[in-house]
């Protein structure tokens, strides 16, 4: 029965789900530790600067090839970045913050990438989030297979920012894209009060179990529990019930 239910799953929706309960709760998560800065660079993609050199600053701790948000051109990429990021937040978290527009001003950059470019490679170490502004990226596995599409409006690199793992699927531009990239130390400020564990996470954005730092069993059980209470047949269940069918 379970296996039914996960080949019907649908594993590639464009909009996180909000937080739910856990099916195995009494598993606790592995602790995974980053690398210090001084063992591992992150890896930045190849970057087209030509089409906004006005958008050009000077802070030292950025690569040449990023284009800086310090002038008054910034405002609508900005604007955007900030009711993508605060929908993602509320969605992931029950939260809004306020401090969104201002981290974004002083603590992220564009990034302007040409066709098949690789943004992220799994296994490489992030603490960036990352804002599609315009365009659109395929997620892969390792084998190259595309496993999800992603456009404007979503937000990557969030499970190995906030939780400080290596990136869990490679990331490759499939049109020209435009992106905003928010720097670690704006990430750790926006989700520092993050409960859920990095299963609920995993299972909250409707993410694939491509890493071994997530439970390939837990994470199916949690999205199947979650598909089955919102059927008409399972929903009035009670909930120990639907986990015992799902254990069997």
């Not at 992150?42 to 030292?60: N, Q």
């Not at 409006?153 to 894209?177: C, H, M, N, Y």
């Not at 059980?221 to 399972?234: I, P, Q, Y």
């Amino acid at each position: 029965m379970l296996n039914k239910l996960q080949n019907k799953m649908t594993v590639t929706g464009n909009s996180p789900r909000k937080q739910q309960r856990p099916v195995d709760e009494d598993i606790d998560e592995p602790e995974y530790a980053s690398k210090s800065d001084e063992e591992e660079d992150t890896v930045l993609p190849d970057i087209d600067t030509a089409s906004d050199k006005s958008l050009s600053g000077s802070r030292d701790d950025v690569s040449p090839n990023t284009v800086v948000l310090t002038s008054d051109k910034q405002s609508d990429v900005i604007l955007r970045a900030e009711e993508y990021l605060q929908t993602f937040l509320i969605d992931m978290t029950g939260k809004s913050s306020s401090k969104i527009f201002d981290l974004l001003k002083s603590e992220s950059s564009l990034l302007h990438l040409k066709k098949s470019s690789t943004l992220l490679e799994k296994g490489q170490k992030n603490g960036d989030l990352f804002v599609i502004v315009d365009g659109s990226v395929d997620v892969l596995l390792s084998d190259g297979d595309v496993i999800r599409e992603m456009r404007a409006g979503e937000i990557l690199g969030d499970i190995s920012a906030i939780f400080k793992i290596p990136v869990t699927a490679t990331v490759r531009v499939k049109e020209t894209a435009t992106l905003l990239r928010i720097i670690s130390t704006a990430v750790q400020t926006l989700f520092k009060n993050t409960k859920l564990s990095m299963t609920d996470w995993a299972v909250g954005r409707n993410f694939l179990p491509t890493c071994e730092a997530l439970d390939p069993g837990r994470v199916y059980r949690r999205m199947t529990f979650n598909a089955l209470k919102k059927t008409s047949l399972f929903h009035e269940l009670p909930e120990a019930m639907v986990k015992q069918l799902i254990l069997k």
